[in-house]
């Protein structure tokens, strides 16, 4: 069963927290970073990507960027704009996103839980960016991105997290790119309690995104043994049925040596297309390929999607499997330079800016990954294809900071 538990939170000052609060580290580049938060220094990203306070072309893993990180971090401490709660509580945190609202329970979730496997993974992690957010955690002795988990939906626990939102909420901004971010504080003991009895019965949390973070979390619980806070992480726990995913592109810098009258007779026997499609597929198993100024609408023929098999049947599988490496030679999308992967919150727009400017030679638009997918392959103790989701919209940094304490 999932065991979790409140935590006074380190919060932004409500009226700061439009100006505190940023996108997480992994969405953008240090360039990028810098002019986000360019005449602000309030910005969150002094402290999550610090490199920017630092000489231009300094190692992002050099001790001095962790350094200034922490610095930076006990700065907006000192000054009263983050400021943690007097005693542990839960938190809502509910973001809305043009049509789309999701409300998640904001608590500390267990690192043996994760090491144990009750908090199920479907993505490989990277040492080095383990290595990362293990200094980072270490430098500040707090976890300030929160790992994004969910759950399967439960009626009542959704009746009582939508209730307790029904106030107005302690802090509510809407940040830059329109997203809404709100947030209630659930401190009385009944709350509490209730809430911690419901998850005692859910057997399980999935890693939406935050691979990275978890793992990062629980090596530092086992260097500690457990000390002050680390046998816990930071977690935004949203039912699943909130959750959304949108697709991943790809974009290709060449086709292989193929003209691409060719390459359409190649697809022809993957495929059941159609000329003149629809930029962004409507179904699973059908994509869209935009190639020479044109969109094409390319459906698997059934035979390479009639697996029962969770991984294999993936849209991102298929592809992988029968088009990318047979056709155009892309043996590992991981490390392949002819590949690159573009998050649907950009849009096929950005396909098409990017075919065009010359750059690129064509792309293939995707159906979003399902949620249900996802927890399959997790419980099955499988792991996806490289860039298979994007969750959007992306929780935000410093909106709830965990304290773990000094290494005791």
Known sequence: ????????????????????????YDVMSSEEAAQIAAGNPLSFLHVSKPEIDLPPGTDIYAPEVYARGRNNFESLIAQGALRQDSKP????????????????????????DYLDG??????????????????????????????????????????????????????????SDGVRHSAWRLADIASLRFIQNE??????????????????AARVFEQRK?????????SVIFPHDQAQILPYNRVLKDLNGSQPERLLEKLDGVFI???????????????????????????????FAATKDSIEKLDVTLLQKYVLEPIFGIEDPRTSKRINFVGGIRGTQELEKLVQSGEYACAFSLFPTGIEDLMAIADAGGIMPPKSTWFEPKLRDAMFCHMIGHPG
Not at 90 to 99: E, H, I, K, P, V
Not at 125 to 144: G, M
Not at 147 to 155: E, G, M, N, P
Not at 200 to 210: E, M, Q, S, V
Request: hydrophobic share 40%.
């Open 118 to 175: 009750v908090i199920k993974k479907h993505e490989l992690t990277r040492p080095d960016k383990e290595d990362d957010r293990v200094r980072h955690i270490e430098a500040l002795n707090s976890q300030t991105g929160p790992v994004f988990l969910v759950y399967r939906a439960k009626s009542g626990l959704n009746e009582y997290f939508n209730e307790a939102a029904a106030g107005p909420p302690e802090v509510d901004f809407t940040a």
């Open 273 to 303: 297309g159609k000329a003149h499609g629809a930029p962004a597929p409507r179904r699973k198993h059908e994509l869209g390929l935009y190639l020479e100024g044109r969109w094409h609408s390319l459906t698997f023929r059934p035979r």
């Open 1 to 24: 069963m999932a065991t979790i538990k409140p935590f006074a939170a380190l919060r932004p000052k409500p009226e700061l927290a439009s100006s505190i609060c940023e996108l997480p």
């Open 199 to 216: 998850f005692d019965r859910i057997p399980a949390l999935y890693i939406a995104d935050g691979h990275h973070r978890s793992a990062a």
């Open 226 to 234: 457990g000390a002050g806070e680390s046998a816990f992480f930071l």
């Open 89 to 112: 509580c839960f938190y809502l945190y509910r973001q809305t996103m043009g049509a789309h609202s999701q409300t998640g329970l904001v608590a500390a979730a267990s690192c043996k």
